[in-house]
């Protein structure tokens, strides 16, 4: 590892819990989140508006551009729910958080997601699209994927990703 502490993306289906679990995990380790959601709109880090998908058109080029001095330096949780367009070399540990159908419904619906995005939603989980896309984008070795189903599942998460990141920056002392 050349950066003196690692990154991690923490990737999966809108609804399975990435932000909260992203956050508590920087909590945790002192690392920074990331939210490239809200750097998207904040940074307008997208070619406008999708009426159809009813999302902003990702510019990948600008978010590369935009996250190529953080990640440089390391110590960063990243969150959002495609992987395939980051540069490999970027990440240590690719988290890939899953969720049961029904909760994943109940959590996007309370969200207000319309019919139609809801069940886009959670029609690819089912068909594990992100889970793919990880292992087709990283080695297998640094992808992980978690339940992501209840707040215990939750906790359990923040404790397993927090102690494998400690278990690296020991191992590259
Ligand atoms: P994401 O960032 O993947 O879109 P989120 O972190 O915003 O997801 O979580 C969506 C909602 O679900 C939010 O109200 C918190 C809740 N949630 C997240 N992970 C959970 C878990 N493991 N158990 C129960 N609720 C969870």
Not at 62 to 87: I, Q, S, T, W
Not at 137 to 154: A, F, N, Q
């Amino acid at each position: 590892m050349s950066r003196a502490r690692p990154n991690i993306l923490i990737t999966g289906t809108p609804g399975t819990g990435k932000t909260t679990t992203s956050e508590m995990v920087a909590q945790e380790l002192g690392f920074t989140h990331i939210n490239v959601g809200d750097w998207v709109r904040e940074k307008a880090l997208h070619s406008g508006w999708n009426q159809e998908f009813e999302c902003f058109n990702l510019d990948e080029d600008k978010v590369c551009d935009a996250l190529e001095d953080p990640l440089a330096e390391g110590g960063n949780v990243v969150d959002y729910h495609g992987c395939d367009f980051f540069p490999e070399r970027w990440f240590d540990l690719v988290i890939v958080l899953q969720t049961n159908n029904t909760q994943l419904f109940d959590r996007l619906q309370k969200r207000g997601y319309s019919a139609k995005k809801v069940s886009e939603n959670v029609e690819c989980e089912i068909m594990m699209v992100v889970m793919e896309e990880a292992a087709e984008s990283y080695r297998s070795e640094i992808v992980k994927p978690l339940p992501s189903d209840t707040t215990d599942d939750l906790e359990r998460n923040v404790a397993t990703i927090a102690g494998w990141v400690r278990g690296m920056m020991g191992a590259a002392r």
